[in-house]
C-alpha cells in the first residue's frame, strides 16, 4: 500500500468518567458494549480501531445506527478527543497538536461534508461555497474565482448568484460538497451526505462524486449505511459493529469472505452479478475436465454476470486467463456457488 494519507492506530472512545477503567475492564475482560454501560456507565464509541487510507483511497466506513461510524470519522480532524490511541495526518499526530495547529490542519487539510449541508440561506451559491476562504482572509477576487472554479467542477455553473432555497436539494449537497472542495484539502470526510435524497438523484450523485474523487485524487472517508453506496463508489470497505471494525476488504472480498455472522447477514442480499470476478471463484486448472481446447476463454476479471453470458452457450467450462495465458477455470457448478457467494467445495 502506498504512503497512508489518514492513519489511525488502537483507537479507543469510550464515553463517561470511568472511561479508562471501563477501557481496562474490556481488555482484560472481553466485556460488551452493554456489559460496559450497565457495569461502568460509559458507552463504548469505538474500541481498538486500526486501518490506513492511501491517497486517492475511497475507504467506505458503513454500520447499522449506533455502531460508531460517525464517532470514528471525528476523531480523524479531532472533533472528537481518543481515549487512547493515535490519528495521524499526512504522518502528523494531530493530538499532539496545539490549537493552532489543529485549526490550521483542518481548514487547509480536511473537508467536511454532513447529510444536512447546511448552507447558509441569505447567502448566494458562490459565497457559501467561498466561505472557508472568506474566514481565511483570502481576497473576493481569489475566492471567488476558486468558488466558480470548484463549482464548474460539480455542474453548477450558472447558479453562482442563486439562493440556496432555489436550488433541489441534489445541487444544494453538491454546492456541500464544493464549498469543502475550495479550500483544495487533501482528506474529504462524508458523513452519509446523499442519504436523504431521492434514488435517482443519489445514484447520480454517487456516479458524480467517484468521478471527482478520482479526477482530484482526493483521500476520502465516506460514512455510509448503505451497503450498495459503498459498493458503487468505495475502494475498500469497513464494516462496523458496537464499536468495533468487525472486516476491512474490498467490496469483492467482504461477499466472498464475510468474516462473521453479522456482515454474512450484511451481504446476502447483495446481488453478486457485477461483483464477484473470474479469479475468486476459478478452479485450478489441473482440475479442470477437458480437453478444453474448444471450450471459451473468460479473463480473470470477468464478472458472474459475463461468465453466465458464456456459460450459457456451451457445455464446456469456461477457461479463466491471465494475460492471455490459461490459469483456471470455471464450471458451472463454481458459477452457481459464486452467485451463492463464497460457497466453494
Not at 185 to 194: G, K, Q, R, S, T
Not at 306 to 319: C, F, K
Amino acid at each position: 500500500m502506498a504512503e497512508p494519507v489518514v492513519k489511525l492506530s488502537n483507537v479507543w472512545k469510550i464515553f463517561g468518567d470511568r472511561a479508562d477503567e471501563a477501557m481496562a475492564a474490556v481488555k482484560s475482560e472481553g466485556l460488551t458494549k452493554p456489559e460496559v454501560l450497565e457495569r461502568f456507565g460509559c458507552v463504548v464509541g469505538v474500541q481498538d480501531a486500526s486501518f490506513e487510507v492511501p491517497r486517492g483511497e475511497i475507504f467506505c466506513i458503513m454500520g447499522l445506527s449506533g455502531s460508531g461510524k460517525s464517532t470514528l470519522v471525528r476523531h480523524v480532524n479531532r472533533l472528537i478527543e481518543p481515549t487512547s490511541g493515535t490519528i495521524e495526518i499526512l504522518g502528523n499526530d494531530i493530538s499532539a497538536m496545539n490549537a493552532r495547529a489543529l485549526r490550521k490542519v483542518r481548514a487547509q487539510q480536511i473537508g467536511m461534508v454532513f447529510q444536512h449541508m447546511a448552507l447558509m440561506p441569505h447567502r448566494s451559491v458562490r459565497d457559501n461555497v467561498a466561505y472557508p476562504l472568506e474566514i481565511r482572509n483570502v481576497p473576493k477576487s481569489k475566492r471567488w474565482a476558486v468558488s466558480d472554479h470548484v463549482l464548474g467542477l460539480v455542474d453548477l455553473t450558472g447558479y453562482e448568484d442563486r439562493l440556496p432555497k432555489e436550488l433541489s436539494g441534489g445541487m444544494q449537497q453538491r454546492v456541500g460538497i464544493a464549498r469543502a472542495l475550495a479550500s483544495d484539502p487533501e482528506i474529504l470526510l462524508m458523513d452519509e451526505p446523499f442519504s436523504a435524497l431521492d434514488p435517482l438523484i443519489r445514484l447520480q450523485l454517487q456516479d458524480q462524486f467517484k468521478a471527482l474523487v478520482a479526477q482530484l485524487r482526493k483521500t476520502t472517508l465516506f460514512i455510509t449505511h448503505d451497503l450498495d453506496e459503498a459498493i458503487r463508489i468505495g475502494h475498500r470497505i469497513a464494516i462496523m459493529k458496537d464499536g468495533i471494525i468487525v472486516q476491512i476488504g474490498t467490496a469483492e472480498e467482504i461477499v466472498m469472505n464475510p468474516a462473521d455472522d453479522y456482515v454474512r447477514e450484511f451481504v446476502q442480499g447483495i446481488s453478486k452479478l457485477k461483483l464477484v470476478k473470474a479469479h475468486s471463484i476459478m478452479g485450478p486448472l489441473d482440475k479442470a475436465p477437458g480437453p478444453l481446447g474448444d471450450a471459451p476463454r473468460a479473463d480473470e476479471g470477468a464478472d458472474l454476470d459475463q461468465l453466465i453470458d458464456l456459460s450459457a452457450e456451451t457445455a464446456l467450462p469456461v477457461v479463466i486467463t491471465q494475460n492471455g495465458v490459461d490459469v483456471g477455470y470455471v464450471d458451472k457448478t463454481r458459477l452457481l456457488r459464486g452467485i451463492q457467494g463464497g460457497k466453494q467445495e
